[in-house]
T-cell receptor
Framework: NAGVTQTPKFRVLKTGQSMTLLCAQDMNHEYMYWYRQDPGMGLRLIHYSVGEGTTAKGEVPDGYNVSRLKKQNFLLGLESAAPSQTSVYFC???????????FGDGTRLSIL | GESVGLHLPTLSVQEGDNSIINCAYSNSASDYFIWYKQESGKGPQFIIDIRSNMDKRQGQRVTVLLNKTVKHLSLQIAATQPGDSAVYFCAENIPGAGNMLTFGGGTRLMVKP
């Protein structure tokens, strides 16, 4: 019973490099989310999706892009990584609005 | 802007005692609240939720209390165990914001044996 799976778990990038973080959920949830978590701060929403083929901006969307081509997958892209994007990234999903979000175990990303 | 916050960044309790973790929210329109537990190196784990039409909800060893008059949320853990040691987050849902939860900064619970 996998739930929400994030890959990779760890990654180190150089400034200016690009990469894609992968999120997959096997619960047939409509909603998916990408958050970042920084020391001393709560989770902040980057982008979210209310269904296959849809995406929307969250609180801190700059420097990131997302895609939801399949219902079970939500991809987060960094086109040109910056040190300020060093963080732990969490993906989550929920069945509907106003229901608990289920989280993956995170991707720890360091940008040098 | 309005946000969810926590009174105590660290709470230390003796094993077997009850724990109370507090959270203040400032958006009176919030209609749904969630408590999450996060262990080191793991993602947030759902504990319990409550809707704004309720003032109390109980789970296994946990109780959430909602006081809308003073915009206060609390999580009570009965008979705290070492496995309860973690960071606890509260989050609120603001209607019309696409189920965008707003999270507090977290409280670390440390259970002493």
């Amino acid at each position: 019973n996998a739930g929400v799976t994030q890959t990779p778990k760890f990654r180190v990038l150089k400034t200016g490099q690009s990469m894609t973080l992968l999120c997959a959920q096997d619960m047939n949830h409509e909603y998916m989310y990408w958050y970042r978590q920084d020391p001393g701060m709560g989770l902040r929403l980057i982008h979210y999706s209310v269904g296959e083929g849809t995406t929307a901006k969250g609180e801190v969307p700059d420097g990131y892009n997302v895609s939801r081509l399949k219902k079970q997958n939500f991809l987060l892209g960094l086109e040109s990584a910056a040190p300020s994007q060093t963080s732990v990234y969490f993906c989550a999903s929920s069945r509907q609005q106003v229901q608990p979000q289920h989280f993956g175990d995170g991707t720890r990303l360091s940008i040098l | 802007g309005e946000s969810v916050g926590l009174h105590l960044p660290t709470l230390s309790v003796q094993e077997g005692d009850n724990s109370i973790i507090n959270c203040a929210y400032s958006n009176s329109a919030s209609d749904y609240f969630i408590w999450y537990k996060q262990e080191s190196g793991k993602g947030p784990q759902f504990i319990i939720d409550i809707r704004s039409n309720m003032d109390k909800r109980q789970g296994q060893r946990v109780t959430v209390l909602l006081n809308k008059t003073v915009k206060h949320l609390s999580l009570q853990i009965a008979a705290t165990q070492p496995g309860d040691s973690a960071v606890y987050f509260c989050a609120e849902n603001i209607p019309g914001a696409g189920n965008m939860l707003t999270f507090g900064g977290g409280t670390r619970l440390m259970v002493k044996p």
